[in-house]
């Protein structure tokens, strides 16, 4: 393959900053886009027009006909998160190459489906997480390789992305952005904000960026929150702030926290700070502000101001990319590095909207292991959906499952289910068990013990099949809804 073929689903906002960026990448065209929403199927065809009046990119609304007819060999999902994992899956069945948005879903349930699914094709599949590119996450990650910082300690991250009132709701059948105000008006009114149940189901684009740096997982969470209604907007149903305090596997601590209501200053909506036994690293926390670094083995008597974006990465900006030189005099350090290809530069986010997209066609051309892979991306999200779920549970602390296969898992399986036995020998059933086995309130189990050491869970299950067997006779005489009535009756006595 010379060149990956790409068809893009969901043409909401973000799909703007894909669609020129598909276009910069080298390798790789866009061949197809898909949204529900036939007004912004045509607004993006317009768009992609726009930027090359030869391409030849064929219109969806209907997902599976664009994976069964179009011309493409890979998909970018830019869904709402809680949709990621079905369409992902689907395309992964459809032989597709898969590269989605962040957060990667909502539940954990979802985590094991996309791993399994990985697992069982021969399809890249990658997190389109940028934040991991930014030039101070390559210094640090540096940093923390070669030892300067010492073994870290601590990690803090958050983001907090203030947003207007017309943020939050768009009509679904045009796919405009509209105010909250007018979206009580409209019957055809939707959530922007993907029915998000908690704002820390958005930290992976804190998580992500860290444990690139650290080369870690998260293996404990809690999580704590202001009340689950909004002080800021009367009308907006989460917590103004949601925090997730995590341990990792090779004993950092780290806290990070999200919010989508919390005023902030443009261009501070990430921010992170690292603590080594040997020194801190600390981005600013405002554009105004500059970013930090204390080294106590290099005898420094205080923290010295560093341009995390400039400093042996980028000092100058290139000449003809004017936007990027104004907007890296600002901003709190999400840049490129400097040698950064300049194509890079006119895409989103500074230039890093650029990477997960070449990362990703670069894995699928030259076979390379993909950038974020299935297991990293569920290492972003699980820690998340644990620590909104101690939330709901008044801060308990919650494991986090360990995705890699192992002695416990074999890849493609999921892992096994295990509860606990109480004194009163009661178990819980996992969800995942009950979902698979559609179980619900009020069913009966039956245990089936095979020897010492084994026993068979079976549900106790009358199919309709089974009721009407008995009721028709040998010559099928036909009944009557009350004769039938009266025979379950009997049968049930
Ligand atoms: N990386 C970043 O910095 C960043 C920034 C913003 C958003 N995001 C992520 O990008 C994704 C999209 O965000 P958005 O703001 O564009 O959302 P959006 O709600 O504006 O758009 C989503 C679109 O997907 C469409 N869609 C959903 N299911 C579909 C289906 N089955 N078939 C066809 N179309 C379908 C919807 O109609 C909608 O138009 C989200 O996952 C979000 O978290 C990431």
């Given at each position: 393959m010379k060149?990956?073929?790409?068809?893009?689903?969901?043409?909401?906002?973000?799909s703007t900053a894909w669609i020129p960026c598909i276009h910069l990448v080298p390798g790789c065209r866009l061949t197809a886009i898909c949204d529900k929403v036939e007004t912004l199927v045509n607004l993006r065809h317009r768009l992609a027009a726009d930027l090359n009046k030869d391409a030849r990119v064929a219109r969806y609304t209907?997902?599976?006909a664009m994976l069964r007819d179009a011309d493409i060999d890979a998909v970018a999902i830019l869904v709402e998160p809680h949709n990621n994992v079905e369409l992902a899956c689907r395309a992964l069945e459809a032989g597709k190459h898969v590269i989605a948005e962040v957060p990667l879903c909502y539940s954990l349930e979802d985590c094991w489906r996309i791993v399994t699914a990985v697992e069982r094709s021969d399809r890249v599949f990658q997190l389109g997480e940028q934040v991991r590119y930014s030039a101070f996450v390559q210094v640090w990650k540096k940093m923390v390789r070669d030892g300067t910082l010492g073994k870290v300690l601590y990690?803090?991250?958050?983001?907090?992305?203030?947003?207007?009132?017309?943020r939050y709701y768009h009509d679904a059948a045009t796919g405009a952005r509209i105010h909250f105000r007018e979206a009580k008006k409209r019957k055809s009114y939707k959530s922007r904000f993907w029915d998000m149940p908690h704002v820390i189901l958005y930290l992976p684009h804190e998580l992500s960026p860290m444990?690139?740096?650290?080369?870690?997982?998260?293996?404990?969470v809690t999580g704590m929150a202001t009340r689950p209604k909004s002080y800021r907007y009367e009308w907006f149903p989460h917590a103004d702030l949601e925090v997730a305090l995590m341990h990792t596997e090779k004993d950092t601590v780290m806290r990070m926290m999200a919010g989508f209501t919390v005023a902030t200053l443009g261009g501070s909506e990430h921010h992170h700070r690292l603590i080594g036994v040997n020194g801190w690293v600390e981005q600013p926390m405002n554009p105004e502000e500059k970013g930090k670094l204390w080294l106590a083995e290099r005898f420094m008597a205080d923290k010295a101001d560093v341009k995390w974006a400039y400093k042996d990465y980028w000092d100058v900006s290139p000449v003809g990319v004017s936007h990027v030189g104004q907007r890296h005099s600002r901003g709190t350090g999400q840049r490129p590095s400097r040698d950064t290809p300049m194509e890079a530069l006119q895409s989103g986010h500074y230039g890093l909207d650029y990477y997960p997209i070449a990362a990703f066609v670069e894995s699928i051309l030259e076979g390379k292991p993909s950038a974020m892979d299935v297991y990293a991306a569920a290492e972003t999200a699980a820690p998340a959906i644990l620590a909104a779920q101690?939330?709901?549970r008044g801060g308990?602390?919650?494991?986090?499952p360990d995705f890699r296969p192992g002695r416990k898992r074999k890849a493609g399986r999921y892992p096994a289910s295990t509860s606990g036995l109480t004194s009163k020998g009661q178990i819980t059933l996992p969800k995942r068990v009950r979902d698979s086995l559609h179980l619900h309130t009020g069913d009966r189990m039956e245990f089936l013990v095979r020897g010492q050491t084994e026993a068979v869970l079976k549900p106790v299950t009358k199919t309709v099949d089974e009721v009407f067997g008995r009721l028709s006779g040998r010559a099928g005489v036909t009944r009557t809804v009350e004769e039938m009535n009266e025979a379950i009756a009997r049968f049930q006595s």
């Amino acid at each position: 393959m010379k060149e990956v073929k790409i068809g893009v689903v969901g043409l909401g906002n973000r799909s703007t900053a894909w669609i020129p960026c598909i276009h910069l990448v080298p390798g790789c065209r866009l061949t197809a886009i898909c949204d529900k929403v036939e007004t912004l199927v045509n607004l993006r065809h317009r768009l992609a027009a726009d930027l090359n009046k030869d391409a030849r990119v064929a219109r969806y609304t209907d997902y599976d006909a664009m994976l069964r007819d179009a011309d493409i060999d890979a998909v970018a999902i830019l869904v709402e998160p809680h949709n990621n994992v079905e369409l992902a899956c689907r395309a992964l069945e459809a032989g597709k190459h898969v590269i989605a948005e962040v957060p990667l879903c909502y539940s954990l349930e979802d985590c094991w489906r996309i791993v399994t699914a990985v697992e069982r094709s021969d399809r890249v599949f990658q997190l389109g997480e940028q934040v991991r590119y930014s030039a101070f996450v390559q210094v640090w990650k540096k940093m923390v390789r070669d030892g300067t910082l010492g073994k870290v300690l601590y990690v803090e991250g958050q983001y907090l992305h203030g947003m207007g009132p017309d943020r939050y709701y768009h009509d679904a059948a045009t796919g405009a952005r509209i105010h909250f105000r007018e979206a009580k008006k409209r019957k055809s009114y939707k959530s922007r904000f993907w029915d998000m149940p908690h704002v820390i189901l958005y930290l992976p684009h804190e998580l992500s960026p860290m444990l690139h740096v650290l080369d870690e997982r998260v293996v404990k969470v809690t999580g704590m929150a202001t009340r689950p209604k909004s002080y800021r907007y009367e009308w907006f149903p989460h917590a103004d702030l949601e925090v997730a305090l995590m341990h990792t596997e090779k004993d950092t601590v780290m806290r990070m926290m999200a919010g989508f209501t919390v005023a902030t200053l443009g261009g501070s909506e990430h921010h992170h700070r690292l603590i080594g036994v040997n020194g801190w690293v600390e981005q600013p926390m405002n554009p105004e502000e500059k970013g930090k670094l204390w080294l106590a083995e290099r005898f420094m008597a205080d923290k010295a101001d560093v341009k995390w974006a400039y400093k042996d990465y980028w000092d100058v900006s290139p000449v003809g990319v004017s936007h990027v030189g104004q907007r890296h005099s600002r901003g709190t350090g999400q840049r490129p590095s400097r040698d950064t290809p300049m194509e890079a530069l006119q895409s989103g986010h500074y230039g890093l909207d650029y990477y997960p997209i070449a990362a990703f066609v670069e894995s699928i051309l030259e076979g390379k292991p993909s950038a974020m892979d299935v297991y990293a991306a569920a290492e972003t999200a699980a820690p998340a959906i644990l620590a909104a779920q101690s939330i709901e549970r008044g801060g308990v602390t919650l494991d986090v499952p360990d995705f890699r296969p192992g002695r416990k898992r074999k890849a493609g399986r999921y892992p096994a289910s295990t509860s606990g036995l109480t004194s009163k020998g009661q178990i819980t059933l996992p969800k995942r068990v009950r979902d698979s086995l559609h179980l619900h309130t009020g069913d009966r189990m039956e245990f089936l013990v095979r020897g010492q050491t084994e026993a068979v869970l079976k549900p106790v299950t009358k199919t309709v099949d089974e009721v009407f067997g008995r009721l028709s006779g040998r010559a099928g005489v036909t009944r009557t809804v009350e004769e039938m009535n009266e025979a379950i009756a009997r049968f049930q006595s």
